[in-house]
């Protein structure tokens, strides 16, 4: 059965720093961060090659959060830093086979971790 759980979601003040984690029961070829923020679509944040290590990041979040990857535990980490307010949303961790940042290319998701960044 395929899974995938998130952690590390919580309450920041803007500036701050937080750690997302997804675990995964396989292994994918590419494994993606996505978000919503309330009465938004969901949009792609990071995705990283599980064996090339290919990286990809939506523009607002270039140079302040880094994905990486540990395959020996078949874990992907979203590391975010400087969080801004709009940060706040539910994230997700999802996985498949193409790399891209559009959430209709993944076909396994976890069930959100929520992350709010106050002023």
């Known amino acids: 059965q395929v899974q995938l759980v998130e952690s590390g979601g919580g309450l920041v003040q803007a500036g701050g720093s937080l750690r997302l984690s997804c675990s995964l029961s396989l292994r994918f070829r590419v494994v993606g961060w996505f978000r919503q923020a309330p009465g938004k679509e969901r949009e792609g944040v990071a995705y990283?090659?599980?064996?090339?290590?290919?990286?990809r990041y939506k523009d607002s979040v270039k140079g302040r959060f880094t994905i990486s990857r540990e395959n020996r535990r078949e874990m992907v980490y979203l590391q975010m830093d400087s969080l801004q307010p709009e940060d706040t949303a539910v994230y997700y961790c999802?996985?498949?086979?193409?790399?891209?940042?559009?959430?209709?290319?993944?076909?396994?998701w976890g069930q959100g971790t929520q992350v709010t960044v106050t002023q």
């Open positions: 999802a996985a498949g086979p193409t790399f891209s940042l559009d959430p209709d290319a993944y076909q396994y």
């Open positions: 990283i090659g599980v064996v090339n290590t290919e990286t």
